[in-house]
């Protein structure tokens, strides 16, 4: 390092010694004690010459030795003819031969203890050179010391001195500036004209993952222009002036930690800057490494918009606002739905804080304060439970950073009609083509649209041509309904495949967390929350069915609850609780009989074993038990499993399908099955040697089955859920279950 820089480093942590050649922290545990000389005049007789003490280090770095910057010393002295009254202990810079012999001339550069051991903590402030650990930048310091103790016996003669050179090291203190974020770490990005920086520290002690807090920290800012982030590493000497004091870690007022840049002093806009945070540890080293990536920022000042504020609502989803020139936010809910809003701010990326925040409904006059619901405060983020009958109504949402930059959101809630005047509507969200069908392994598009007119016309008042909404266009995008479509109907069909590119179903029930930009609203379960039923069903092998939650492709089984983003040991992230499969559907762990399997387990996975054979009811739950009508089995379409055909018994066995809380999983992850789960019919697989057979593959819905809309003629009820395509059953046993679950509809004809 260059002399400029080191000769002005000053500890922050020092103890009170008469040492003055002592430049290090000297920790020793002991008492001082007063030297007295002997008074000879309580001896009688002739006094023998006294045999001077002696003293060996028996403890500590070996000559010559480099060592850590923390010593330990240990020493033991004896005396022939009396006994030891104390040490004396020095130390110095520098060894032997290179040390100012003043360092240890009077008796001032001395410490008396009657320890024999002492913990010296010394510095290790001169830079040696960069070294490069795991792929990543250190600066190495390092000092040379030298420790003497000699022995003093009670007659007060002092022992020749035994002493031990060695070199101190240390790396040097690493700084990471953690606030603002950059979106793109190393490069410029465009930050506030007020700016709070928040950085952290590791010193490492002896490798980088061994590492505690810095000693003190120290800070610039200035304009950027002239020299590099280069330059700075080839010589730090040249900016020693730009820096300010040393500031304790631990100082008051998180002075230690953060500053703001742009109060007291001017950032102009449109200008280029560069802010740097250098820490100091207790041996002395300081941050000789700038990069910004870590410890640098480089930055253009700019007018700030304002923070990110972000809406949000349980069943709507999410939408962020910057600014004050967004247009409104559009929803439609039925008359009645109980709106939850919350937001929060976020004006870190360029540096700011968000200091308020206010909201209002149907404010007329923004600048009027009085048409606000509330006054401007830090702490309101959240509205209370709004319901509307009719009309358009409007939140606005507005949020203040530290420099009175603002955004203002809008969400527009426009009101339907929950008419719910029709019984049925079926959703063809299975998309296929009139395929020559040959193996049955899939149904050509109009022999499935037959099965399904069939079933739905078993509904009272269902018409073909009023109460179908087939997603899938000629451009094979899927489209979905929306909300004035689907508040017409009391109950809802919907038939997916697991096709992604074609099918509407993946969209609505994927995972979307929090932190997303924006999330929208899914349709399904603000259909259940509304007082709607669902009969949801389809093709549910590989990513379909509920593991359309899942945001990529994943191993199974998997446990929602922690798993969501994939397999992983123990259960850190617990943010699945908040997707479609387990809050409203109450499914805890997913599996299939042919998809991609875990291999971090030893499960026996295979078609030979996995493949379906049939199903039949579960009769153990109380709620299943008490619908009789519902058919004993579901057996496989003799169209399907003839000699020959795809999924021919013989041949492989049915596996389109998807189970749900298989017992074996849900026991080897400790996981309880949610009250709300309740069982409708489970499969007998190919042998009873997979771990799928005998599990759950269609069940209840009962999350929002205690709702019921205000539209004449609804009622509260349970919806359902079956994890295979009932088109490939047997066509009287699926007729039995359409009956039974139109009957707990109240809509059947049969």
Known sequence: MNGTMSKNIKLKRTVTSPWSGLLGVVLITFALVLLFGCNEDIYTGQMKQNVKPLVHLTNGPLEGDTVQYIVHFYWLGYDDDGTIDHYEVSLVDGDPLGFDPADTTGPDKWVSTISTDS???????EYDTTVTINYSLYARYDKTHTFFVRAVDNRGDASDVAYSSFTAYTLAPGMNIISPANPTPGSSQFLANVITFVWQGKDPIDMPWNYQDVESVRYFCRQYYGYTVEDMNKDPGRFEDWWGPWIWRHAENDSGRTTVMGDDEILQIGRSYIFTVQGMDEAGAVTSVFSKYNNVRHFFVLEPSGPMLTVREPILGHVSFIGTDYDAAVYYVPTGFPLNFSWSGDASKYGGIVSTYRYGWDVGDLADPTEWACSPNPLIMAA???????????????????????????????????????????????????????????PTESSHDQFWYEVCSRAEGFDSDLDVFDTTES??????????????????????????????????VEFVPESAEQANPNLLLFYLTAGGHLWTNGKSDRNGGLAAVLPASRAFPINLRCEIWGTTTGCADTSGVTSFAYRDYCVNVLDKAFASFRND?????????????????????????????????????????????????????????????????????????QSCFHPMYRMVAKSSKSPIDDQVIAFWVTKHAHIKPD?????????????????FFNREQVNAVADAVFREWQINKF
């Open 119 to 125: 913990l010296l903590i010394v510095t290790a402030n």
């Open 384 to 442: 209370p439970t709004k319901k509307f009958y009719s009309g358009v109504h409007t939140l606005y949402v507005e949020s203040v950073d530290d420099f009175g930059a603002v955004t203002l959101a809008q969400i527009e809630i426009s009101v339907v009609s929950a008419t719910m005047e029709r019984n049925l509507l079926w959703v063809d969200d299975f998309y296929s083509t009139d395929f020559p069908q040959l193996l049955y392994a899939m």
């Open 475 to 508: 451009s094979y995008i899927p489209f979905v309904p929306n909300v004035q479509k689907i508040m017409r109907y009391k109950n809802i069909i919907w038939t997916y495949t697991s096709d992604d590119y074609v099918c509407a179903w993946g969209g609505l």
């Open 601 to 673: 387990v030893d499960i026996l996975r295979d078609i030979e074993y996995d493949a379906m054979l049939y199903g039949y009811k579960d009769e153990n739950d109380t709620l299943t038990l008490s619908r009789s009508e519902l058919p004993d089995v579901l057996e496989l379409w003799e169209e399907v499993t003839k000699e020959g055909r795809f999924f021919d018994p013989q041949v492989r066995g049915f596996f389109y399908l998807e189970v749900y809380n298989p017992s074996y999983w849900m026991s080897y992850t400790e996981s309880r099955v």
């Open 711 to 727: 539209a004449e003629g609804t009622i509260a009820a349970p919806s359902v859920h079956f994890g295979i395509p009932l088109w």
